[in-house]
């Protein structure tokens, strides 16, 4: 490769991005400028490039290596092209104007040499293309096609602290066995399009989880998962945090949120936060997530009490979802002002319920009173009530998983009392 070509292309490549964005020179650009544009290129691409990376690229880090093809491949389809390699075919470095004429002399070769040269070159061509995939074939170790074999890869983590959040964890991975041509990311969750983009040729890296939760990290390779490992970051009781934007979020204290038999965040902690809340407040999201030992997703009750009086700009519909954490899988309970039960989805472990094909009124509710969510599944058939009344009803598709605990989410504002499970007798109390 020759590297100041490919320096070359990729300042070209960061040009296009920064005329995208027109967010002016970016030699004025902040660390919340590239968190920023992590989240837009992970939105746009699927693919989150990490802030380091993202300033490596712009010259804010010292680093003299090239960036691994699939952050070129990704940057590439940020600027609007497929891959790399077309980006490369199809952008010119330089325009007429940038050719230096150093002089007016023209070397006439004779015609037999003409000749031969263009015979040579045609079978340059020709040869060019059988080299390439000779290589990409040798260089991968696979067949075309055929799946590589998750024996040959490693993948393991480690957790900095053993509860709370932000929590780093350090991922140890060895994809040596991909081809030099192949793209290798860590996915940190069960969502396999936020993967990240790491070095084949490294074995670290390195992630903030900013919020409790079960996680499947993954170590793939092209769209392959080649080795995968469950990981779980307990919330050390109540956690309540204000998703405000890209990067940190905003953690309140827990002596300012407990309240009594329960957790909230009122009008006045939320302005004390001083993020803004009109017209748009801000997700607020309520975590506990622990070890719950033999308590599975086929067979419990759970029984809540919730409210949030937030319905300024546009919280009018007062939304409110109830997560109930498996591994690996999820129930998802929505609630709303009874005007707005026209836009719900009801999910639970591969099933779902949606509001155009079926009837959840029943969801419908006055969110700024206190109002009980309970929740029962017997043998995979759950049923959902609200304030008593049967609101919906359905089966689970997915095998039964182990719950490890909840996510309340509201916008602005609110409020958690009178939270357990009970399953064969046993209650957990939150």
Not at 58 to 86: C, D, H
Not at 266 to 272: E, R
Not at 281 to 290: H, S
Not at 378 to 404: C, E, R, Y
Request: hydrophobic letters at 40%.
């Amino acid at each position: 490769m020759n590297n100041s070509f490919e320096i070359k292309y990729i300042l070209k490549c960061l040009e296009l991005v920064e005329v995208r964005l027109n967010w002016g020179p970016s030699s004025e650009w902040t660390t919340y400028d590239f968190e920023k544009l992590s989240g837009i290129i992970a939105e746009t691409t699927g693919v989150t490039l990490s802030i380091t990376t993202l300033k490596r690229l712009w010259g804010k880090l010292k680093y003299n290596n090239i960036p691994a093809v699939t952050t070129l491949n990704t940057l590439a389809q940020f600027a609007g092209y497929n891959s790399w390699r077309e980006f490369k075919q199809q952008v010119p470095l330089h325009s007429v104007a940038d050719i230096p004429l150093e002089s007016e002399q023209v070397t006439v070769l004779p015609p037999v040499r003409k000749v031969l040269s263009r015979r040579w070159m045609l079978g340059v061509m020709g040869i060019l293309p059988l080299l390439l995939i000779g290589y990409l074939l040798l260089s991968s170790n696979k067949k075309p096609g055929k799946p590589l074999n998750p024996a040959a890869f490693e993948f393991s983590s480690n957790k900095i602290m053993s509860t709370g959040v932000p929590n780093s964890v350090i991922f140890h991975y060895n994809a040596l066995a991909a081809g030099a041509a192949d793209s290798v990311f860590i996915s940190q969750s069960w969502d396999t399009s936020r993967k990240v983009a790491v070095p084949r040729e490294e074995n670290t890296r390195s992630s903030i989880y900013y919020a409790p939760g079960y996680y499947r990290a993954k170590l793939m390779v092209n769209k392959q998962i080649v080795k995968e490992h469950d990981l779980m970051i307990a919330s050390n009781g109540w956690l309540a945090l204000l998703e405000a934007g890209p990067g940190t979020p905003y953690y309140f204290k827990k002596t300012d949120i407990e309240k009594d038999s329960g957790v909230a965040v009122n009008k006045a902690l939320l302005a004390a936060s001083g993020i803004q809340t009109l017209p748009t407040p801000p997700a607020l999201r309520f975590f506990n997530v622990r070890d719950m030992g033999d308590l599975d997703n086929y067979n419990f009750t759970f029984e809540t009490t919730l409210k949030s009086d937030f319905k300024e700009g546009t919280a009018a519909c007062q939304r409110i979802q109830v997560l109930i954490l498996c591994k690996n899988d999820l129930i998802f309970i929505p609630l709303c002002a009874k005007g707005c039960v026209g836009e719900l989805s009801l999910y639970a472990a591969g099933t779902t319920l949606n509001s155009q094909s079926a009837d959840l009124s029943g969801l419908g509710c006055t969110p700024e009173e206190w109002t009980t969510l309970k929740v029962s599944a017997v043998d995979g058939k759950m049923q959902v009530w609200v304030n008593g009344k049967a609101a919906a009803s359905l089966t689970m598709a997915h095998a039964p998983t182990g719950i490890v605990g909840l996510q309340y989410r509201f916008n602005g504002t609110g409020a958690i009392k009178d939270t357990r499970f009970t399953q064969h007798g046993k209650t957990i109390v939150f």
